[in-house]
């Protein structure tokens, strides 16, 4: 009896472990070979169609402060008639989360479309099961859909996930960068919020034009939107107590917003002139990738004359990501990358990663200034000479490049550039240059930091572990 009992435990153990080999395996393997980008991509890539050459049709602004990310939102909310759309990575209970829902409620209330399109790894983690936004998807005019709820039958699905993080309101208005919506992102620091990020706010008088970026962004919504891999979720019961005494308590919240938000929003003195603005994105299925964004952004960055700014907050490169490094170090006379140090990162697998690969990032050529501000900085930007500005979703690492959806706009306005450009010299003037020997030059007033307690020693084990799979990082 004893025996049997043995050989059955060693046969529910073997099957245990062939499960979750099959899913290692299943979600790891398919996305070990990087794709190459397609000549027929590379032939629609049109540099000189990303300069315009005289006034566009669009202006924009830059959202900088977690403060500002909210009051936009609100603003665009209150201001909305007939549609809001919000497509985002991650959204999570807290304070700034049931402001905006409660703007959202209240839009519905007035006849107001609202979409909402979130990455269903993260939907299911932090918005399965919780009341608001139940009573959000109980309200006839506003529709949740998760983009690819994994299936560990099919482990592959796991690693597809949508990076997008945009607003529009009526056709009119957009917000688009790198913040994901919740307390660490958006609302005053005393809130919660302390994560660094940037949006830029891109505004069109006559929305009714189809020639700028704001239609492109709702064509590329509408795909991911009605794709098979995005369904509805969170339909909730109108008439379940708790989703009725959740919205009377968003109900009233927002009477108590309205009354501190401006009667009226001027969103032409919020923004600047902007002769072309463009929009790039990735693919939008689910499996390995051919890299559109760093395709273009690498193009675009070679037509640089002087002087290419990179802001990331992570760099993890594949062969070909160190070689387009190398190739555009070698064509721009100076190009500069802004990320954060280690100490300041808040992605362990990244830092552990660059906690390996500095020397080669460093080869490659361009002047490295890593970030030690008090909080992590998680903005992505690119300014090119004194005309092009890029704001999106994209890190420079394997993730964004060759698995992830990403959405980018690239802005062609000397004005817009120099607020960019005063927005990184202000990061910057918390950084620390390093140089190829790995040695970091002093600056008054920045003090060098190391990651607290145990963390470096972690990182130096993590950071050989992690190079089996950093492409997915």
């Known amino acids: 009896m004893a025996k049997i009992k043995r050989k059955t435990g060693r046969r529910i153990l073997l099957f245990i472990l062939m499960i979750l080999l099959?899913?290692?395996?299943?979600?790891?393997?398919?996305?070990?070979?990087?794709k190459t980008v397609s000549d027929s991509y590379k032939k629609t890539v049109d540099v000189p169609a990303f300069y315009g050459s005289g006034p566009g049709r669009e202006r924009a602004g830059i959202v900088e402060t977690n403060k500002g990310a909210l009051d936009t939102r609100l603003a665009m909310f209150r201001d909305a008639k007939k549609s809001i759309i919000i497509s985002t990575f991650d959204i999570r209970e807290g304070k700034s989360t049931d402001d905006i829902f409660a703007a959202l409620i209240d839009a519905a209330d007035r006849g107001v479309k609202v979409q909402i399109l979130v990455?269903?790894?993260?939907?299911?983690?932090?918005?399965?099961?919780?009341?608001?936004?139940?009573?959000a998807g109980s309200h006839p005019n506003i529709e949740i859909r998760f983009y690819n709820?994994?299936?560990?039958?099919?482990?592959?699905t796991i690693n597809g996930r949508l990076h997008d993080k945009y607003v529009i309101a009526d056709g009119s208005l957009l917000?688009?960068?790198?913040?994901?919506?919740?307390?660490?992102?958006?609302?005053?620091?005393?809130?919660?919020?302390?994560?660094?990020?940037?949006?830029?706010?891109?505004?069109?008088?006559?929305?009714?034009?189809?020639?700028?970026?704001?239609?492109?962004?709702?064509?590329?919504?509408?795909?991911?939107?009605?794709?098979?891999?995005?369904?509805?979720?969170?339909?909730?019961?109108?008439?379940?107590?708790?989703?009725?005494?959740?919205?009377?308590?968003?109900?009233?919240?927002?009477?108590?917003?309205?009354?501190?938000?401006?009667?009226?929003?001027?969103?032409?003195?919020?923004?600047?002139?902007?002769?072309?603005?463009?929009?790039?994105?990735?693919?939008i299925h689910i499996g390995n990738k051919e890299p559109y964004v760093w395709y273009t952004m690498q193009q675009l960055m070679l037509t640089a004359k002087k002087d290419v700014t990179i802001q990331t907050p992570y760099a993890v490169f594949s062969k070909d990501m160190y070689q387009g490094m190398e190739e555009l170090t070698g064509k721009v006379p100076n190009v500069e990358m802004l990320i954060n140090s280690t100490a300041v990162g808040d992605n362990f697998i990244a830092s552990s990663d660059y906690t390996r690969?500095?020397?080669?990032?460093?080869?490659?050529?361009?002047?490295?200034?890593?970030?030690?501000?008090?909080h992590s900085c998680h903005g992505k930007s690119i300014a090119i000479d004194d005309r092009l500005s890029v704001i999106g979703s994209y890190n420079f690492d394997m993730r964004s490049t060759y698995l992830d959806t990403e959405t980018m706009l690239?802005?062609?306005?000397?004005?817009?550039?120099?607020?960019?450009?005063?927005?990184?010299?202000?990061?910057?003037?918390?950084?620390?240059?390093?140089?190829?020997?790995?040695?970091?030059?002093?600056?008054?007033?920045?003090?060098?930091?190391?990651?607290?307690?145990?963390?470096?020693?972690?990182?130096?084990?993590s950071s050989l572990f992690i190079q089996l799979f950093r492409y997915l990082a």
């Open 357 to 374: 690969n500095r020397p080669k990032i460093l080869k490659t050529g361009p002047r490295v200034f890593e970030f030690f501000g008090d």
């Open 175 to 283: 917000l688009m960068g790198g913040r994901n919506m919740f307390d660490y992102f958006i609302g005053d620091d005393s809130r919660g919020s302390i994560g660094y990020d940037r949006e830029v706010l891109l505004y069109s008088k006559k929305p009714e034009q189809k020639n700028g970026a704001i239609p492109q962004v709702l064509s590329y919504f509408k795909k991911v939107w009605y794709s098979s891999d995005c369904k509805t979720v969170l339909e909730g019961n109108p008439r379940k107590e708790k989703t009725k005494s959740e919205i009377k308590y968003l109900s009233r919240r927002y009477q108590s917003i309205k009354k501190k938000l401006p009667l009226k929003t001027d969103w032409m003195k919020q923004t600047v002139p902007v002769k072309k603005a463009s929009f790039v994105t990735n693919p």
């Open 119 to 135: 990455d269903g790894l993260y939907g299911m983690l932090h918005m399965n099961g919780k009341t608001i936004f139940q009573a």
């Open 149 to 156: 709820e994994p299936n560990f039958l099919k482990p592959w």
């Open 410 to 461: 690239v802005l062609d306005s000397p004005e817009l550039n120099r607020e960019l450009r005063t927005h990184m010299v202000k990061l910057k003037e918390q950084s620390l240059e390093i140089n190829k020997k790995e040695q970091y030059i002093p600056k008054q007033g920045v003090t060098q930091k190391e990651p607290e307690g145990s963390k470096k020693l972690l990182f130096k084990f």
């Open 22 to 34: 099959y899913e290692a395996a299943g979600a790891c393997l398919p996305f070990a070979f990087q």
